[in-house]
């Protein structure tokens, strides 16, 4: 059964900290010693998409074992980063601790905030000042925004920011409007390269939709990936695709359509 137990969670903690240590250490893992920085940061974003998955299909047992994973990635980082005298994982753990309080003054202090919006806009105030302080300035607003994101991701950060300060259609029927001039260039579009520049508009105005419509772009693009993942396993169960017309594997598609 789940337990609630704040001691038990730290000591399980303190468990896999030291585990990473022993990996690490001199009469350690052959693997564990030899990685860096550099070979294990493609595991930070495998396992952070597994999670997502798991989270996606419901998966509860699925996701209990993929978080375990995806906090490993953390501790190994850390463990590196000790080992190299920079910080250790209670270094972060201080970090995360201490912001969390900071950026929360309504719960840890005396100010107010009535909705998940103020929240947000006092969030983006408390780490403009942080960044004063630390002498990180940034030179313009997106410059906060990681272009070392993927693109999707990276869109729908530019767009809720730039919202924020009331660069935004004043609702969702002139987005609309936008992407059907959007789409209309597109499709005048004539060298590679033109057409290339307008699908990225095209997709922007898309993020900035889902946005005006409360959707989570990522996780709609998500969903319907997945969609298309079953009813084209559909499709390939009940055709030879080698030997299929596209009108036999159309009919098999819409027979995946009326599935639950």
Same mark, same amino acid.
């Given at each position: 059964?789940?337990?609630?137990?704040?001691?038990?969670?730290?000591?399980?903690?303190?468990?896999?900290?030291?585990?990473?240590?022993?990996?690490?250490?001199?009469?350690?893992?052959?693997?564990?010693?030899?990685?860096?920085?550099?070979?294990?940061?493609?595991?930070?974003?495998?396992?952070?998409y597994e999670v997502m998955d798991a989270i996606d299909s419901q998966d509860w047992?699925?996701?209990?074992?993929?978080?375990?994973?995806?906090?490993?990635?953390?501790?190994?980082?850390?463990?590196?980063?000790?080992?190299?005298?920079?910080?250790?994982?209670?270094?972060? *753990?201080? $970090?995360? %601790?201490? #912001?969390?309080? @900071? =950026?929360?003054?309504?719960?840890?202090?005396?100010?107010?905030?009535?909705? &998940?919006?103020?929240?947000?806009?006092?969030?983006?105030?408390?780490?403009?000042?942080?960044?004063?302080?630390?002498?990180?300035?940034?030179?313009?607003?997106?410059?906060?925004?990681?272009?070392?994101?993927?693109?999707?991701?990276?869109?729908?950060?530019?767009?809720?920011?730039?919202?924020?300060?009331?660069?935004?259609?004043?609702?969702?029927?002139?987005?609309?409007?936008?992407?059907d001039e959007e789409l209309k260039e597109l499709r005048e579009a004539t060298t590679q390269e033109h057409k290339a520049e307008e699908l990225g508009d095209l997709?922007?105005?898309?993020?900035?939709?889902?946005?005006?419509?409360?959707?989570?772009?990522?996780?709609? *693009?998500? $969903?319907? %990936?997945? #969609?298309?993942? @079953? =009813?084209?396993?559909?499709?390939?169960?009940?055709?030879?695709?080698?030997? &299929?017309?596209?009108?036999?594997?159309?009919?098999?598609?819409?027979?995946?359509?009326?599935?639950?």
């Open positions: 059964m789940p337990s609630n137990s704040d001691s038990r969670a730290g000591e399980k903690f303190d468990r896999l900290v030291e585990i990473m240590s022993k990996l690490r250490g001199p009469e350690g893992c052959p693997w564990d010693r030899e990685q860096t920085f550099a070979s294990i940061k493609p595991y930070l974003l495998e396992e952070a047992s699925g996701l209990q074992e993929e978080l375990g994973d995806l906090l490993l990635q953390p501790v190994f980082f850390a463990q590196m980063a000790s080992e190299d005298g920079r910080f250790s994982i209670a270094d972060s *753990l201080d $970090a995360i %601790n201490d #912001k969390l309080i @900071r =950026r929360h003054p309504h719960i840890f202090g005396d100010a107010t905030a009535h909705t &998940a919006d103020d929240v947000k806009t006092r969030w983006d105030q408390i780490k403009s000042e942080e960044k004063v302080e630390q002498g990180r300035t940034p030179v313009a607003m997106l410059d906060s925004v990681s272009r070392a994101q993927p693109a999707l991701a990276e869109a729908q950060q530019i767009s809720s920011k730039v919202a924020r300060v009331g660069f935004d259609w004043p609702g969702v029927a002139p987005v609309f409007d936008k992407l997709m922007f105005v898309v993020v900035n939709l889902a946005r005006h419509l409360n959707i989570d772009a990522e996780q709609a *693009l998500r $969903a319907a %990936n997945a #969609k298309f993942r @079953r =009813r084209f396993a559909y499709v390939e169960q009940n055709t030879k695709l080698k030997e &299929a017309t596209l009108e036999e594997m159309e009919a098999k598609w819409q027979e995946a359509k009326q599935l639950p």
